[in-house]
């Protein structure tokens, strides 16, 4: 027996999918303003879905707080760009900035499990929107605008916040996929599956789920700054509020929790419905929580999970293959 | 004095926590459930309330009818969600019973709308009736009562769980499911009471919640952050526990808004976090929950 970690299929779509950046990029100069917007959308989607499944699908952790890091990036951003820095480089230093303050609320959170790891998360959540909206200078409840934005035309904020979004999408997806390869994605998956045996072959549990939190911190909050940069209004209200981490739950257990495509999948299912039913608001989000109940419940691996199952197919590479060795 | 009667009001206020909570604590208990949904349960309760007493019918008629039918709604939601979602393992049911919560709060939104509705109007004067015990402290009779039905029904859950065949049997499905299903206790039936009991006490707790304050469709998911603090800093598996958790919580909201209206919530949540980490500091990891401390060591 061989161990193998590609096969011809996922080396081609790999490669494919790095190859795709390319016109991608070019899409700005290319279609109309109207599916560039989607398509940003659509790459925060993927950013989201990918944090929480990195979190619920490879380190077990369900989180119902993940909004505490998309509103934090975006109000640190505000910060930032009231006090002059640039406002592009302010939406990548709000993001680590939140993850700065993930850090420590990791060290606490962490040692928490299950249910009381996911309300504990809300609670943070909670915290950091109260604490927010004491701060006068984002206008409290009512919120402010990102104004420095203004001085960028809609075209070129529109192609910059594009490639923000295709930007960071791909980084951390490429992060996302490197960790997993990496010895510390085997040890999380070790965790996930039993925490206590993990531990006592020697995997470092709190160091390997500090990791994927302080991620997940970062590519929720860099989610949030670009969503403040594309809708240009911080209402704490709406950036910290709990749908956020409904609609990840929703794309993460649609897509498939625990495969790298899986969420990607997840999301572009979420952007489809959203552009077709989002106008119905109420039903729409009735329909979003049944979904997730049904497929918790009925397709507990989801869309790509099921079809990961019965076609064996690996599109990324993030685990290993055993192969009869050639005689 | 005006201290003194924030502590008051406080302390009152956490019986209305305690009744809320002590359903989840239950099923976290006995099935190592922590029901997202249970704020919105409490919540439907309340609105079914509301309907009824809308239809002339006085609201504690009302709890004569909502709380059986809650009741059923809880074993139902034991039997069809939560049973198969514990078989496929730890994270499904915290999944399935977030999505309950955005349904029911959605559906309860799309029938209702935003306004915030209360009980109030329906419960005659003893909303507003009060004993004044000084010139600064005034109790609510409304408030006092639901201190006492609060305390009086941890009592009979307590002596429930300690002395009836089927509180043993939630004992000792608590303790270890596999070992009492050897000695004939049937599981999932146990389940499926336990879910029952933490529903109706949850829309009992929504029905005072109604007539205390008000209520909109999305109030559930604070009713569930409030019971969880309460439940966490009383420490779990404990009824009593519970309460003293409850007590501290409002103790702290009402000081918290005191100082400034606005601190209200975040005082609570500061508390909880408080008592997060002095049990971790005190124990150096996280308790998973036994609910063999809430009848079995000091019995």
Same mark, same amino acid.
Not at chain 1, 29 to 46: C, E, H, P, Q
Not at chain 1, 243 to 269: D, K, N, R, S
Not at chain 1, 270 to 299: C, E, K, M
């Given at each position: 027996?061989?161990?193998?970690?590609?096969?011809?299929?996922?080396?081609?779509?790999?490669?494919?999918?790095?190859?795709? #950046?390319?016109?991608?990029?070019?899409?700005?100069?290319?279609?109309?303003? $109207?599916?560039?917007?989607?398509?940003?959308?659509?790459?925060?989607?993927?950013?989201? &879905?990918?944090?929480?499944?990195?979190?619920?699908?490879?380190?077990?952790?369900? !989180?119902?707080?993940?909004?505490?890091?998309?509103?934090?990036?975006?109000?640190?951003?505000?910060?930032?760009?009231?006090?002059?820095?640039?406002?592009?480089?302010? *939406?990548?230093?709000?993001?680590?900035?939140?993850?700065?303050?993930?850090?420590?609320? !990791?060290?606490? @959170?962490?040692?928490?499990?299950?249910?009381?790891?996911?309300?504990?998360?809300?609670?943070?959540?909670?915290?950091?929107?109260?604490?927010?909206?004491?701060?006068? !200078?984002?206008?409290? *409840?009512?919120?402010?605008?990102?104004?420095?934005?203004?001085?960028?035309?809609?075209?070129?904020?529109?192609?910059?916040?594009?490639? @923000?979004?295709?930007?960071?999408?791909?980084?951390?997806?490429?992060?996302?996929?490197?960790?997993?390869?990496?010895?510390?994605?085997?040890?999380?998956? &070790?965790?996930?599956?039993?925490?206590?045996?993990?531990?006592?072959?020697?995997?470092?549990?709190?160091?390997?789920?500090?990791?994927?939190?302080?991620?997940?911190?970062?590519?929720?909050? #860099?989610?949030?700054? *670009?969503?403040?940069?594309? !809708?240009?209004?911080?209402?704490?209200?709406?950036?910290?509020?709990?749908?956020?981490?409904?609609?990840?739950?929703?794309?993460?257990?649609?897509?498939?929790?625990?495969?790298?495509?899986?969420?990607?999948?997840?999301?572009?299912?979420?952007?489809?419905?959203?552009?077709?039913?989002? $106008?119905?608001?109420?039903?729409? *989000?009735?329909?979003?929580?049944?979904?997730?109940?049904?497929? &918790?419940?009925?397709?507990?691996?989801?869309?790509?999970?099921?079809?990961?199952?019965?076609?064996?197919?690996?599109?990324?590479?993030?685990?290993?293959?055993?192969?009869?060795?050639?005689? | 004095?005006?201290?003194?009667?924030?502590?008051?009001?406080?302390?009152?206020?956490?019986?209305?926590?305690?009744?809320?909570?002590?359903?989840?604590?239950?099923?976290?208990?006995?099935?190592?459930?922590?029901?997202? +949904?249970?704020?919105?349960?409490?919540?439907?309760?309340?609105?079914?309330?509301?309907?009824?007493?809308?239809?002339?019918?006085?609201?504690?008629?009302?709890?004569?009818?909502?709380?059986?039918?809650?009741?059923?709604?809880?074993?139902?939601?034991?039997?069809?969600?939560?049973?198969?979602?514990?078989?496929?393992?730890?994270?499904?049911?915290?999944?399935?019973?977030?999505?309950?919560?955005?349904?029911?709060?959605?559906?309860?939104?799309?029938?209702?709308?935003?306004?915030?509705?209360?009980?109030?109007?329906?419960?005659?004067?003893?909303?507003?009736?009060?004993?004044?015990?000084?010139?600064?402290?005034?109790?609510?009779?409304?408030?006092?009562?639901?201190?006492?039905?609060?305390?009086?029904?941890?009592?009979?859950?307590?002596?429930?769980?300690?002395?009836?065949?089927?509180?043993?049997?939630?004992?000792?499905?608590?303790?270890?499911?596999?070992?009492?299903?050897?000695?004939?206790?049937?599981?999932?039936?146990?389940?499926?009471?336990?879910?029952?009991?933490?529903?109706?006490?949850?829309?009992? +707790?929504?029905?005072?919640?109604?007539?205390?304050?008000?209520?909109?469709?999305?109030?559930?998911?604070?009713?569930?952050?409030?019971?969880?603090?309460?439940?966490?800093?009383?420490?779990?598996?404990?009824?009593?526990?519970?309460?003293?958790?409850?007590?501290?919580?409002?103790?702290?909201?009402?000081?918290?808004?005191?100082?400034?209206?606005?601190?209200?919530?975040?005082?609570?949540?500061?508390?909880?976090? +408080? +008592?997060?980490?002095?049990?971790?500091?005190?124990?150096?990891?996280?308790?998973?929950?036994?609910?063999?401390?809430?009848?079995?060591?000091?019995?």
């Amino acid at each position: 027996m061989r161990v193998r970690r590609w096969t011809r299929v996922s080396a081609v779509s790999t490669t494919s999918v790095v190859l795709l #950046l390319i016109p991608l990029a070019f899409v700005p100069a290319v279609l109309s303003a $109207d599916a560039v917007d989607k398509l940003t959308t659509l790459f925060i989607y993927v950013i989201l &879905a990918a944090m929480w499944n990195a979190l619920a699908g490879y380190a077990g952790l369900v !989180s119902v707080g993940q909004q505490a890091f998309f509103g934090l990036g975006a109000y640190a951003t505000i910060r930032l760009s009231q006090h002059g820095v640039g406002v592009y480089p302010a *939406l990548v230093l709000g993001a680590l900035l939140a993850a700065v303050v993930a850090v420590p609320i !990791s060290l606490f @959170m962490l040692r928490l499990r299950g249910g009381e790891f996911a309300i504990g998360m809300w609670v943070v959540a909670e915290v950091c929107f109260g604490l927010v909206i004491l701060d006068k !200078s984002v206008g409290g *409840l009512t919120g402010t605008s990102l104004i420095a934005l203004k001085q960028y035309s809609p075209n070129d904020q529109r192609a910059y916040n594009y490639w @923000m979004a295709l930007g960071a999408a791909a980084v951390l997806l490429t992060t996302l996929f490197l960790l997993l390869r990496s010895r510390t994605g085997a040890s999380l998956q &070790a965790i996930r599956d039993d925490e206590e045996a993990a531990a006592s072959v020697g995997v470092r549990v709190l160091a390997g789920k500090g990791i994927v939190f302080v991620l997940a911190a970062f590519g929720c909050a #860099l989610a949030g700054t *670009l969503w403040l940069a594309t !809708s240009i209004t911080f209402q704490p209200k709406s950036y910290f509020g709990v749908e956020w981490t409904a609609y990840m739950i929703f794309m993460a257990l649609a897509g498939g929790l625990g495969t790298f495509e899986g969420p990607i999948l997840g999301a572009i299912v979420f952007f489809v419905i959203q552009d077709q039913f989002g $106008d119905n608001g109420v039903w729409y *989000l009735v329909g979003l929580g049944a979904a997730a109940v049904g497929f &918790a419940l009925l397709l507990p691996r989801g869309l790509w999970g099921t079809l990961q199952e019965r076609f064996d197919l690996h599109l990324f590479p993030v685990g290993y293959r055993l192969r009869r060795a050639a005689t | 004095m005006i201290w003194v009667n924030q502590v008051v009001q406080g302390v009152l206020l956490g019986g209305y926590y305690a009744l809320l909570a002590c359903g989840l604590s239950l099923m976290f208990g006995v099935m190592r459930i922590i029901n997202l +949904a249970h704020g919105a349960l409490a919540v439907l309760g309340a609105f079914l309330v509301f309907v009824l007493a809308k239809h002339g019918l006085s609201p504690w008629v009302a709890l004569v009818v909502v709380l059986p039918v809650m009741g059923v709604a809880g074993w139902a939601l034991q039997r069809v969600i939560l049973e198969r979602s514990l078989r496929a393992g730890e994270l499904t049911p915290l999944l399935a019973t977030f999505g309950l919560l955005i349904v029911i709060s959605n559906l309860l939104f799309e029938k209702f709308g935003a306004d915030e509705r209360s009980l109030f109007p329906y419960i005659g004067t003893l909303g507003y009736d009060s004993w004044t015990i000084t010139k600064q402290i005034t109790i609510a009779k409304l408030y006092a009562l639901i201190f006492v039905v609060a305390v009086a029904l941890l009592g009979t859950l307590q002596l429930f769980l300690r002395h009836t065949q089927l509180g043993r049997a939630l004992r000792a499905t608590a303790e270890d499911p596999d070992t009492a299903e050897l000695v004939g206790v049937n599981s999932s039936a146990v389940y499926a009471a336990a879910a029952a009991i933490a529903v109706a006490t949850a829309a009992l +707790a929504g029905a005072f919640l109604g007539m205390r304050s008000s209520f909109n469709a999305y109030s559930g998911s604070d009713q569930l952050i409030f019971a969880f603090e309460a439940v966490v800093i009383g420490g779990i598996g404990s009824l009593w526990g519970t309460l003293a958790g409850g007590i501290v919580l409002g103790v702290a909201q009402n000081i918290g808004a005191q100082l400034n209206p606005q601190w209200f919530l975040l005082a609570g949540h500061v508390v909880f976090l +408080a +008592a997060l980490a002095l049990r971790l500091v005190l124990t150096g990891v996280g308790v998973r929950g036994g609910f063999r401390a809430l009848v079995g060591e000091h019995a």
